[in-house]
């Protein structure tokens, strides 16, 4: 078995002025608590998340002799990690797959990361 | 061998490499020993050893391990049904959709074509430092994502031999379409396709659009002799139809009727590589250019239109309406099509618009045709129609 980390890739309006009372977002949130439902039934789970807006990060720098804690995240991107799940699946066709279902279910792009091995 | 070390082992670089070693080894001890009684069990059984020998190696700690689970692998690998298996594994991996298109074509041509990365390189015109980039980048993803040694589920496989099928049909296009008496190479490329075709029919005898691309490709192939004439481009119309290939049409046929067969047998409705084979043996099967069978050759475009609704298939389509219906008719859906980039598009309508007496936009055309291709037989083949153009 192998973990691949599935990355949703949010925008600022994923965040800013969405109603959450819609029926599309509504739909969106049923969608994603019933995969991930299947995800445990079926096994594959090991952990998911969403995040907030990437306003809220805090980058840390403890490469130098003191931590430097600047606001803000790495870098300003258009598109960023609004969510994630972590699999434990065979192989990536059947991580494709997953990928697939979750993508249609949070109404996101998604990609496909394996994890490196355990160093043996 | 590459394809059953692959699945044994998981891992192309030590299969590929404990190949070659063993490769080497029976060229230095069989001219010496002689040749053992069952050459291709000696290679494998050598290879085998070398790889484990480089998994010790590289692994120590899990070495022990690995190696007892693969010595008792209870998989016989002498007989060729699993060889076959193994090979049709090694093409979906090889054409896994998770890999870029380029790398999926330089994969197939390596692992399964054995084509050095050297030949591969000259082939599509890019440096060998490229190609083994491309290479070693994709083996490295195949391992680290693990993408399965494995031929897809039912339900999966049908798209899954699309992407196949189109790496070894744009293997084929690219030795046949730039081939003009260019480089030797690109020829062998074509080649190299049918030969990767025949495996996969081998391999998927039921399959309808594997045997159409087949069919396809050899009808294609069997006019190449006569395509290029003085360095020039020959249209379909103008070529010398005793100098195509008889083996290859009568192989060709005998696809087509097989698909047209089971297509009536309640199989599949035929794809696009299905309809594109028949289309070239409603040419192959005309005596001359006069005699071609054009409203079947309509019928066929107007099928593939459906399934695949794209201007390229709608230009050749046009085509075939300039011989039912008549140039002008032809004109005015060529003329609504968005292909002002793509050579064929203008040297369609030029032909069209010479065919309708229009020199001065032929002319033109002609120009933006020329300006637009890189093929020498083929602009050889413009200049001189352009020439001809009544003033």
Not at chain 1, 50 to 60: C, E, F, M, P, R
Not at chain 2, 83 to 108: I, K, N
Not at chain 2, 240 to 250: F, H, K, N, T
Not at chain 2, 273 to 301: E, F, I, K, M
Request: hydrophobic share 45%; net charge negative; aromatic share 6%.
């Amino acid at each position: 078995m192998a973990q691949y980390l599935l990355s949703v890739a949010s925008t600022e309006a994923d965040y800013v002025g969405v109603d959450y009372s819609s029926p599309e977002i509504q739909q969106m949130f049923a969608d994603t608590g019933a995969f991930n439902d299947r995800l445990q039934a079926e096994g594959h789970w090991v952990f998911a998340g969403g995040l907030t807006n990437l306003a809220d990060a805090t980058v840390v720098d403890a490469t130098g002799t003191e931590p430097v804690v600047t606001d803000g995240p790495f870098a300003e991107t258009k598109e960023f990690l609004g969510g994630f799940w972590i699999i434990d699946v065979p192989d990536l066709d059947t991580a494709l797959k997953l990928a697939a279902d979750g993508s249609k279910a949070c109404q996101g792009k998604v990609e496909v990361r394996p994890f490196q091995s355990e160093p043996s | 061998m590459v394809a059953s070390l692959a699945r044994r082992f998981g891992d192309l670089d030590i299969a590929e490499d404990a190949a070659g070693e063993a490769l080497v080894v029976a060229l230095e001890r069989w001219p010496a020993d002689g040749i053992p009684p069952n050459p291709g069990g000696w290679l494998t059984t050598t290879a085998t050893r070398r790889a484990i020998d480089r998994i010790r190696r590289e692994n120590q700690r899990d070495a022990k391990h690995q190696a007892a689970v693969m010595i008792a692998d209870p998989t016989p690998h002498e007989p060729t049904g699993h060889v076959e298996d193994d090979r049709l594994r090694l093409v979906f991996t090889c054409c896994h959709p998770a890999l870029a298109p380029e790398a999926r074509v330089a994969l197939t041509l390596r692992l399964l074509g054995g084509l050095t990365v050297a030949e591969i390189a000259r082939a599509f015109l890019v440096p060998e430092t490229t190609m083994a980039q491309r290479i070693t980048r994709a083996k490295a993803k195949i391992k680290a994502a693990r993408i399965p040694f494995r031929v897809p589920d039912a339900d999966d496989v049908t798209d899954r031999l699309g992407a196949v099928l189109a790496v070894v049909y744009l293997v084929f296009n690219e030795g046949y379409l730039s081939g003009a008496g260019a480089d030797p190479l690109r020829s062998d490329l074509s080649d190299e396709a049918i030969r990767l075709g025949r495996l996969l029919r081998q391999l998927l005898p039921d399959d309808g659009e594997v045997a159409g691309l087949l069919a396809l490709m050899l009808l294609a192939d069997a006019r190449s002799a006569s395509r290029v004439a003085g360095g020039e481009l020959v249209t379909l119309g103008e070529q010398d139809r005793s100098g195509w290939d008889r083996d290859r049409i009568a192989e060709g046929h005998a696809l087509v009727r097989e698909c047209l067969a089971r297509v009536a047998g309640g199989g599949r409705a035929p794809g696009r590589y299905q309809l594109l084979a028949a289309v070239n043996a409603v040419h192959t099967d005309a005596p001359d250019a006069r005699s071609t069978d054009w409203g079947q050759v309509l019928r066929l475009y107007d099928q593939l239109l459906a399934i695949e609704p794209t201007a390229i298939v709608a230009l050749n389509r046009a085509v075939a309406v300039a011989e039912v219906d008549g140039p002008s008719v032809a004109l005015a859906l060529v003329d609504g099509l968005d292909l002002d980039g793509y050579h064929a598009w203008h040297a369609t309508r030029a032909d069209l618009l010479r065919r309708l007496g229009r020199a001065a936009e032929a002319r033109s055309a002609y120009d933006a045709a020329l300006a637009a291709t890189d093929n020498p037989a083929e602009s050889a083949y413009l200049a001189r129609r352009r020439a001809q153009l009544a003033r």
